[in-house]
C-alpha cells in the first residue's frame, strides 16, 4: 500500500513587540512581560494548521513606538522573507494602525501576508480577546489568498492603510476608513473576500524600503489657532499635514489667514498636505472657497479618502526618497496597498 506525502504547513514567523497581548500587572500598571512562546501556549490548536517560529523583536507598550522600530520590523521581515510564507506581528493597539500604515510602504507588493493583531486585554485577563485574535490571525496567515500588510481584530481584516483605532476599550477596536473591509473570520472560516482589495500578484516582487524620514507634523486646526505655528513648525520639519474641517480647506478670513503662511512655506519648499479631521468619506476641496482658494496656484497635495495615520506613514516614505514637489506628488498619488482610491475626474 503506497504512502501519501503529507501537506506541508504554512511556516509563519512571529515577531512580538510587547503591547497590551503581552502584559501583566505591575505596580506602575500594565507593562509587556510575556515572551512569545506564552502567547502561542494559549492556542495550541493553530499547529492543525501552520507552524510557528518566533522571535522577540521589542517588548514595549505602543505608545513607545516610534519610526525606528518600525524599520527594524521591516528588517526582520527582509531578513526572514525567504524562509516563512507568512507573518504575524503581535503589537498594541494604541499605535497600530500607524504601525500597519508604514509597513505597508516599507514592503510594499508582498505575495506573503503580513498581519498586525494585538488585544485590549492582556492574554492572561479573563475574557481577553488575545486568544481569539491570534488564532484569527494565525488562520489569515495561512491561507494562500493572503497577501500584503493587514490588521486582523475582533474578526475583520483591515488592509494595513485603512485602519484606525476607534473605541479604546471594547474588543470591536478598529474599523476600515473608508475602504471594505478584506475579510472576516469566524471560527476556521474566512469568508468575504473584497479582491477589489487584494491585487493580483503581478510581475513585480516584493520591494523593500530601508529609510524613513519622521520630518512629518500633523496640525489639527482648532478656532482661535494662529497660523504662525506653522512658521515655528516648518523650521523643524519638512511636511505638514494640516487636519483641517469638513471636507478641507484653510481659514483665511480676518488676521488669522491661514492661506498666506502656506503658500509662503510652499513656495519655499515645504510639503503641505490638507486633509481632514472627520474620520469618514474624506476631503474634496474643490467644493467650497476655503478649499478652492488654497489649491489654486499653490503647490499643495490633499489627502482624498486616505486616513491621516497612512498620510503621515507614506510622507515619512516619499521624503527618505525624495524632496522634490513633483516626485512626492507623483508618489504620494500612486496608490499602495489600497490607500487610495482617486475620485474620477
Known amino acids: 500500500m503506497g504512502h501519501t506525502t503529507p501537506l506541508l504547513l504554512p511556516k509563519i514567523l512571529m ?35 501552520c507552524t510557528v517560529d518566533t522571535i ?43 504601525t500597519a500604515a508604514a509597513l505597508s510602504y516599507l514592503v510594499q507588493g508582498s505575495d506573503k501576508p503580513i498581519v498586525l493583531t494585538g488585544s485590549q486585554k492582556p492574554i492572561g485577563s479573563r475574557s481577553s480577546d488575545a486568544h481569539r485574535n491570534l488564532s484569527d490571525s494565525f488562520l489569515y496567515c495561512s491561507r494562500r489568498a493572503s497577501r500584503d500588510v493587514s490588521l486582523v481584530f475582533d474578526g475583520k481584516v483591515i488592509a494595513g492603510t485603512r485602519a484606525r483605532k476607534v473605541k479604546s476599550m471594547s474588543y470591536s477596536a478598529f474599523e476600515s476608513i473608508n475602504f471594505p473591509a478584506i475579510a ?92 481632514t479631521q472627520v474620520m469618514l468619506e474624506g476631503s474634496d476641496l474643490g467644493v467650497y472657497e476655503v478649499g478652492i482658494r488654497a489649491m489654486s496656484g499653490t ?19 516619499i521624503l527618505s526618497l525624495t524632496r522634490d514637489y513633483e516626485q512626492v506628488r507623483k508618489l504620494f498619488y500612486k496608490p499602495v496597498n489600497c490607500d487610495l482610491v482617486l475620485p474620477e475626474a
Not at 516648518?234 to 474641517?245: F, P, T
Open 299 to 317: 503647490p499643495l497635495l490633499q489627502g482624498h479618502d486616505m486616513t491621516n495615520e497612512a498620510i503621515t506613514a507614506k510622507l515619512m516614505w
Open 15 to 49: 515577531i512580538a513587540t510587547g503591547g497590551t497581548i503581552a502584559s501583566m500587572e505591575t505596580p506602575q500598571g500594565l507593562a509587556p512581560a510575556v515572551a512569545p512562546h506564552q502567547l502561542l501556549d494559549s492556542i495550541p490548536h493553530i499547529l492543525d494548521f
Open 56 to 98: 522577540q523583536l521589542l517588548n514595549i507598550d505602543s505608545t513607545n513606538i516610534q519610526p525606528e522600530h518600525w524599520l527594524l520590523i521591516a528588517d526582520a521581515i527582509y531578513e526572514n522573507y525567504a524562509d516563512y510564507d507568512g507573518f504575524v506581528i503581535t503589537h498594541g493597539t494604541d499605535t497600530m494602525a500607524y
Open 184 to 275: 472576516y473570520i469566524n471560527g476556521r472560516q474566512v469568508s468575504c473576500y473584497h479582491h477589489g482589495a487584494i491585487p493580483a500578484n503581478d510581475a513585480d516582487q516584493v520591494r523593500f524600503y530601508r529609510a524613513l524620514n519622521p520630518n512629518v507634523f500633523l496640525l489639527k486646526l482648532v478656532p482661535g489657532m494662529e497660523p504662525d505655528i506653522l512658521e515655528y513648525v516648518a523650521q523643524r520639519y519638512d511636511a505638514i499635514l494640516i487636519e483641517g474641517y469638513g471636507m478641507g480647506g484653510l481659514p483665511f478670513a480676518d488676521r488669522r489667514n491661514f492661506l498666506d503662511v502656506v503658500q509662503t512655506l510652499a513656495a519655499k519648499g515645504k510639503i503641505i498636505v490638507l486633509s
